[in-house]
């Protein structure tokens, strides 16, 4: 049996080498960089007393967190009524939606940004199409513009949204349903009274991976707007690669930042998770 234990944490070694490698030394790196003079100098704290004096780097902040925020609750909602949706399908069916909910919710980046060109650019398939109609969506709505990044955002929200929440409605038993149904209960009262309060905690918990999700997200953003709009990780990466000349130290305190306000926003929802489990109990 001791043998066995050992074994097994000899197998383990590669995945402990491996977080190692691509998380604790880039972290690590990062931390170190935030905190050292540009050209490789000493120890000094003024690239965050920079971003805290600079608006522009406010507002890239003020922007993320908008952006996060407002796709996160609109997928959260949508979410919400489409996983109930799925699970009155057959079973049969509801696997293969799952399976292409899945396919979608690994659809992002550049590969998302160029199908959304394709439908919706200026000379996108819908657009012409509605020209053809005499709708003309210029006037109203164009991609590239800070509605259309948030429509994105939000499509790239939904998939993960419904992977996540979907577990969740096998906690409503049907038993449940049928005594409410019996006790004279309406479906609407049960929900409000007995499903909603169950999945709330859950839908908390996925509310906040969805705003990092989306403070985080950078390839989408960048593709369909380059610099035209002050988002925290387009700007890290054009400190990075240098658009004008490259400050990888300031870089590095803006992406530190960024880590800090992802961590706070998750410490945020496990306090207020445990809270309702709480209160409900």
């Known amino acids: 049996m001791k043998r066995f234990v050992s074994m097994l944490w000899v197998t383990t070694i590669p995945f402990f080498a491996m977080i190692a490698l691509f998380l604790l030394v880039p972290l690590l790196s990062m931390i170190g960089g935030s905190f ?3 050209g490789g100098g000493g120890f000094t704290v003024s690239h965050y007393r920079e971003i805290f004096s600079n608006s522009y780097y406010l507002q890239a902040f003020e922007n993320s967190v908008l952006i996060s925020f407002l796709s996160a609750l609109i997928g959260i909602v949508v979410a919400v009524f489409a996983t109930y949706a799925i699970t009155r399908f057959p079973q049969s069916l509801q696997q293969r939606v799952l399976v292409i909910t899945n396919l979608t919710s690994n659809f992002a980046g550049i590969p998302l940004a160029f199908a959304f060109i394709v439908l919706l650019g200026n000379s996108g398939l819908f657009v012409l199409l509605a020209k053809q109609l005499g709708i003309d969506f210029g ?5 590239y513009s800070w509605s259309g990044l948030t429509l994105v955002y939000i499509y790239f ?3 993960l949204a419904v992977m996540l929440l979907y577990p969740l409605y096998n906690a409503i038993q049907k038993q449940w349903m049928e005594a409410a149904e019996l006790l004279g209960a309406s479906p609407w009262k049960f929900w409000l009274r007995i499903g909603f309060p169950v999945l709330l905690p859950g839908i908390v918990g996925t509310f906040s991976i969805l705003f990092a999700n989306a403070m985080g997200a950078y390839a989408s953003a960048y593709a369909l707007t380059g610099s035209n709009y002050n988002l925290v990780p387009i700007r890290i990466g054009a400190l990075v690669s240098g ?3 490259a400050r990888p130290e300031l870089g590095s ?3 530190v930042l960024l880590g800090l306000t992802l961590a706070g926003a998750l410490l ?3 306090w207020l998770t445990r809270k ?4 409900l109990s």
């Open 276 to 279: 309702i489990r709480r209160d």
């Open 139 to 143: 006037e109203s709505f164009t991609l």
């Open 36 to 38: 050292q003079a540009e």
């Open 243 to 245: 658009d004008i000349f």
């Open 253 to 255: 305190a803006l992406a």
């Open 268 to 270: 945020v929802n496990e």
């Open 157 to 159: 929200q939904l998939p």
